[in-house]
């Protein structure tokens, strides 16, 4: 990346593809922004800018990235694949790490060894995703959603009968459902009504929104 590029980008402030960071604050902390990224549609992590836009740079380009690419290994399961540029913007050094969406969504948090008394469970790590210019932790509903639509997933078998005719009757109408007022609706367990969310969403039919602590769904 050129400076004109990284300018540019600066410029347009912290974005759902764009987080800046004063300094390396911690494995964890970059680790989640980074999942996020990839969980999400992909961007870039900017290291030696503050939240307001001001080019501050970093100390130790080597040391910073270091502990960036130790995040990416070990705080994230899978691992996170990034791209480091150093660019110099008016004798700053900016650390640009490019992170592509991700092919293996959900990526998840992994605890830190004293966090997690040197055992890792998979129930303990987060998934997070980009929500505007925040990252913030995806329920359940939208890590089973980003693991349905990696490209890896396996293919998709969708069959329109009456559970989803009533859905999307009931969303021209009230434009939104929760998973428990659809579980409702259709009068079908919680587990099955999850899976035809997850199928429509992964089919383009319908989009699933984090809302104010319950996730909902409306028609794409």
């Given at each position: 990346?050129?400076?004109?590029?990284?300018?540019?980008?600066?410029?347009?402030?912290?974005?759902?593809?764009?987080?800046?960071?004063?300094?390396?604050?911690?494995?964890?902390?970059?680790?989640?922004?980074?999942?996020?990224?990839?969980?999400?549609?992909?961007?870039?992590?900017?290291?030696?800018?503050?939240?307001?836009?001001?080019?501050?740079?970093?100390?130790?380009?080597?040391?910073?990235?270091?502990?960036?690419?130790?995040?990416?290994?070990?705080?994230?399961?899978?691992?996170?694949?990034?791209?480091?540029?150093?660019?110099?913007?008016?004798?700053?050094?900016?650390?640009?790490?490019?992170?592509?969406?991700?092919?293996?969504?959900?990526?998840?948090?992994?605890?830190?060894?004293?966090?997690?008394n040197g055992q890792v469970d998979a129930r303990d790590t987060r998934v997070y995703i980009r929500q505007g210019d925040k990252s913030v932790?995806?329920?359940?509903?939208?890590?089973?959603?980003?693991?349905?639509?990696?490209?890896?997933?396996?293919?998709?078998?969708?069959?329109?009968?009456?559970?989803?005719?009533?859905?999307?009757?009931?969303?021209?109408?009230?434009?939104?459902?929760?998973?428990?007022?659809?579980?409702?609706?259709?009068?079908?367990?919680?587990?099955?009504?999850?899976?035809?969310?997850?199928?429509?969403?992964?089919?383009?039919?319908?989009?699933?929104?984090?809302?104010?602590?319950?996730?909902?769904?409306?028609?794409?």
């Amino acid at each position: 990346m050129n400076a004109k590029k990284l300018r540019a980008i600066i410029e347009l402030g912290e974005t759902d593809t764009v987080e800046f960071k004063r300094k390396f604050s911690g494995f964890e902390k970059i680790a989640k922004e980074m999942i996020a990224l990839a969980n999400t549609r992909g961007g870039y992590l900017l290291v030696g800018v503050d939240d307001d836009g001001t080019v501050v740079g970093v100390d130790s380009e080597k040391s910073e990235i270091d502990l960036i690419t130790s995040s990416a290994e070990f705080y994230s399961e899978p691992p996170i694949e990034t791209d480091i540029d150093i660019v110099d913007i008016d004798g700053f050094d900016v650390i640009a790490v490019r992170i592509p969406e991700s092919r293996t969504k959900p990526h998840h948090l992994v605890p830190s060894p004293s966090e997690s008394n040197g055992q890792v469970d998979a129930r303990d790590t987060r998934v997070y995703i980009r929500q505007g210019d925040k990252s913030v932790m995806a329920s359940r509903e939208v890590a089973r959603v980003l693991a349905a639509t990696q490209p890896e997933a396996p293919p998709l078998v969708l069959e329109i009968g009456n559970i989803e005719r009533t859905l999307f009757d009931h969303l021209e109408r009230h434009e939104r459902i929760t998973l428990r007022e659809f579980r409702n609706l259709v009068n079908i367990s919680e587990r099955r009504a999850s899976r035809s969310l997850v199928r429509l969403v992964r089919a383009g039919l319908i989009r699933i929104f984090t809302g104010n602590g319950e996730d909902y769904y409306t028609l794409s």
